[in-house]
């Protein structure tokens, strides 16, 4: 007799269209938000007189040691964009890790571009979310 052979389409070893979607949301918010932190740290290392410093914030730094930190948070980003559509898992934690670390600088970041600040926030949290959720789901899943 013949064995049945498994179809991986259909046996459960591959991720549901939700997860990939999210996957993809990940690796494309990822990227996006390391060339917008690349763009705000050029802006500020170039011309640190753009950014309206105030007066009274606890986290004082210079603009352009600003302008180097979302420098590198942004190279870091993207990468890790990147390597999340190529299917690395490392790519995946690191995301996790790198989105939260971008999350602290924009929050640092407010007084000096409050709106700006709040939309990174926003979308580091959907970022960790989404990287976290798909990883549970995948873990979930039983192999017969």
């Not at 926030?121 to 960790?128: C, E, G, K, N, P």
């Amino acid at each position: 007799m013949t064995q049945p052979t498994r179809d991986s389409r259909t046996s459960g070893d591959q991720p549901s269209a939700w997860a990939t979607g999210w996957t993809v949301f990940a690796g494309t918010i990822l990227a996006l938000t390391g060339i917008f932190q690349i763009i705000a740290g050029i802006v500020a290392v170039a011309s640190d007189e753009l950014y309206v410093v105030t007066n009274d914030w606890i986290f004082k730094f210079d603009v352009t040691t600003w302008g180097w930190i979302h420098l590198v948070l942004g190279v870091v980003l993207l990468l890790s964009g990147i390597g999340i559509f190529t299917g690395n898992v490392v790519a995946r934690s690191v995301g996790v890790f790198i989105a939260g670390l971008s999350a602290i600088a924009a929050f640092m970041w407010l007084p000096y571009y409050p709106l700006w600040g709040i939309v990174i926030i926003a979308l580091d949290v959907a970022v960790i979310w989404a990287l976290t959720t798909q990883g549970r789901e995948s873990a979930g899943r039983v192999r017969a």
